[in-house]
Structure formats: structure tokens, C-alpha cells
């Protein structure tokens, strides 16, 4: 990897800064050539979310490199050496899908960091379960399931232990084979109905926070049903 001359710059961290570096370990990379930072996304306002928080103006072009998705994807590519030296220091590597394990985060603004994660390569499940039936009664359940995502198994363990040791929090890790020979095992952290609206409060803390608007969409609606502790249908 070719060495800069630059001096090293430490970058102080934001809640933007977190943000923008949990989009980047999930649907970003670092170019081999010690330069480059590259973010795609099938979602526009995602990367103009990342441009802002980063305070960059390249431009958003569409991409046709991306063989899981049938859409169009977008990217945005930059070039900042002394950024990209300091991502490899907290962590972030080339070739990082597999190999990236623990991260610098700062407690503090982890949750920030989180809630980009999400918006990369994680979601968020609702519905409505018709079919608990006991006793010959029909029971309706509103399902919530909060899900994040990584191919790294020494990520995603890092990733969890961090999650509950900021929140009393429970989830379940799991496996998951691919169903389609071109696909790659992944690993995931799932959080069920009550400890997904602990996270929604906790990263969702005030507005005008940078975030994919239909996942905070679906955040606040589920919010706003909670009562005395409990969700109302």
C-alpha cells in the first residue's frame, strides 16, 4: 500500500463522523491504493447523508458492479488520505467484508455509529401474527424484530458484546447459511419486540439525527403505540 507524506491527522469524532463510518463498514470500502474511500447504496438519500455528514461534494453516479441487487445502485467516491490513514487505525481495512473484526468507537458516540450500521446492512421487521392459536382461541401478536448483518463472524461477536454492554439488551446471534450458491454465509444479530424499541429510544435519542428516513419512520411509529411499558395494537 503506498505510503503518504502527508502528516497523520486525528479526526475528532461527532455523532455525524460515527454515523457516516457505520454506513461505511457496511456498505463501504478503502481503495488498495491508500486513498480512496468508495460508499454505494441502492439508496440516494442515503449517500447524500453520507456526503453530509462527511462535508464532501463528489458527485452521486450510478453503479452496475453490484451482482446481488436487480436495482440500480449508486456510489460515491473520494479521495482523502489522511482520512483514510485514520480509518485503518480505528479499524477499517481494504478487503474488509470478511476480515474486519473490532472497531475504535468511542462509547459515546456509538449508538451514532449503530444506527448507521443499521441503515447499511441491517433492517427492521414488523407485522402482525394471526396464527397463535391456544385452546381453540386465536391470539394477535405484533411482531418486531430488529436485525444487524456482517459476513465477519469477529465482527459481529464485537458488535454485540458492544451493543450490551451500552444497553441492557438481550438479542440472539445467529448463522445463517446462504440459500443461493453465489452468496456468502452471514452472520446476524437479532433483537425481538421489547429490547428493538430499548434500541429505537436509545439511537433515535433526538431528531434531526442523520438516518435512513423510512427505518426512523418505522421506529417512531412503533414509539409512539408504546404505553406504560407495553405496545398497543
Not at 441487487?69 to 467484508?97: E, H, M
Request: net charge positive; hydrophobic share 35%.
Amino acid at each position: 500500500m503506498p505510503k503518504s507524506k502527508l502528516p497523520y491527522k486525528e479526526f475528532k469524532w461527532t455523532p455525524a463522523l460515527a454515523y457516516a463510518i457505520g454506513l461505511l463498514v457496511t456498505d463501504g470500502n478503502l481503495s488498495k491504493d491508500g486513498r480512496h474511500i468508495t460508499m454505494t447504496s441502492v439508496d440516494k438519500s442515503l449517500l447524500k447523508t453520507f456526503k453530509l455528514c462527511l462535508k464532501i461534494k463528489n458527485k452521486i453516479t450510478p453503479s452496475y458492479n453490484n451482482g446481488y441487487s436487480k436495482r440500480v445502485c449508486y456510489r460515491v467516491q473520494f479521495s482523502d488520505v489522511q482520512l483514510y490513514n485514520w480509518f485503518l487505525d480505528i479499524g477499517i481495512t481494504p478487503a474488509k467484508t470478511h476480515t474486519i473484526g473490532a472497531l475504535n468507537i468511542p462509547k459515546n458516540v456509538f449508538r451514532d455509529f449503530l444506527r448507521g450500521h443499521l441503515d447499511g446492512d441491517g433492517y427492521i421487521q414488523n407485522y402482525t401474527d394471526n396464527y397463535n392459536i391456544y385452546k381453540g382461541k386465536r391470539y394477535i401478536n405484533n411482531r418486531i424484530y430488529t436485525r444487524f448483518i456482517s459476513a465477519s463472524e469477529t465482527h459481529i461477536r464485537w458488535l454485540y458484546k458492544m451493543i450490551k454492554k451500552c444497553l441492557s439488551v438481550k438479542g440472539a446471534l445467529l448463522f445463517k447459511k446462504p440459500l443461493q450458491k453465489n452468496r456468502v454465509p452471514m452472520w446476524e444479530i437479532k433483537f425481538a419486540k421489547y429490547d428493538s424499541l430499548k434500541l429505537f429510544k436509545w439511537f433515535y435519542y433526538k431528531k434531526d439525527l442523520p438516518a435512513l428516513a423510512r427505518k426512523r419512520k418505522i421506529a417512531d411509529g412503533l414509539l409512539k403505540r408504546v404505553v406504560n411499558n407495553k405496545l398497543i395494537r
